[in-house]
T-cell receptor, first 112, second 114 residues
Framework: DAKTTQPPSMDCAEGRAANLPCNHS???????VYWYRQIHSQGPQYIIH???NNETNEMASLIITEDRKSSTLILPHATLRDTAVYYC?????????????FGQGTTLQVKP | KAGVTQTPRYLIKTRGQQVTLSCSPI?????VSWYQQTPGQGLQFLFE???????NKGNFPGRFSGRQFSNSRSEMNVSTLELGDSALYLC?????????????FGPGTRLTVL
């Protein structure tokens, strides 16, 4: 079973920041938070991951609370192409497995 | 660099038949994972192969099997197809050498069982 809880859906206006929350209250000390997204009819795409520090890349920012029980993915300037299902996943960062356990994710609808 | 490719993209079979799906990982990647996606169950992990050996397996019946070749290409087979096997089958590859083990997904094979 997935170890994360996400709202089933969210709306965001084009050009505004999209803030997608994720709860992972049972996360272990060696588990990372990963975010993937799946645009309709495509395979999931990696976005970002982090352990306890905030992370930023060209796609998004990841804010992890100090107690690590929740996190927020931020898309700073959402576009219509960001409409997708966003998955928050916790996993041990190990080279010994490629297994990902997906939850139901959040469907983000970016509106013009 | 070419991405993960899956063939065929679409497939229609009837109950009781078997099917083989193929996945070619990104060049240099040694890990290939397979997932099943359905509207009811979402994305579920099937199995993972690394260097021609299965190293992880999800909770699926024995009708689902796979293998990996020396060039890292992978196939999965589903025997005695059931209506419930209709799904999008995704494969993902990773180098397993990256510090964060990013998974790169293919576009999937859409299987319809009639």
């Amino acid at each position: 079973d997935a170890k994360t809880t996400q709202p089933p859906s969210m709306d965001c206006a084009e050009g505004r920041a999209a803030n997608l929350p994720c709860n992972h209250s049972t996360i272990s000390g060696n588990e990372y938070v990963y975010w993937y997204r799946q645009i309709h009819s495509q395979g999931p795409q990696y976005i970002i991951h982090g352990l306890k520090n905030n992370e930023t890349n060209e796609m998004a920012s990841l804010i992890i609370t100090e107690d690590r029980k929740s996190s927020t993915l931020i898309l700073p300037h959402a576009t219509l192409r960001d409409t997708a299902v966003y998955y928050c996943i916790v996993r041990v960062d190990s080279s010994n497995t490629g297994k990902l356990i997906f939850g139901q994710g959040t469907t983000l609808q970016v509106k013009p | 660099k070419a991405g993960v490719t899956q063939t065929p993209r679409y497939l229609i079979k009837t109950r009781g038949q078997q099917v083989t799906l193929s996945c070619s990982p990104i060049s240099g990647h040694r890990s290939v994972s397979w997932y099943q996606q359905t509207p009811g169950q979402g994305l579920q992990f099937l199995f993972e192969y690394f260097s021609e050996t299965q190293r992880n397996k999800g909770n699926f019946p024995g009708r689902f099997s796979g293998r990996q070749f020396s060039n890292s290409r992978s196939e999965m087979n589903v025997s005695t197809l059931e209506l419930g096997d209709s799904a999008l089958y995704l494969c993902a590859s990773s180098s397993s050498g990256n510090s964060y083990n990013e998974q790169f997904f293919g576009p999937g094979t859409r299987l319809t069982v009639l």
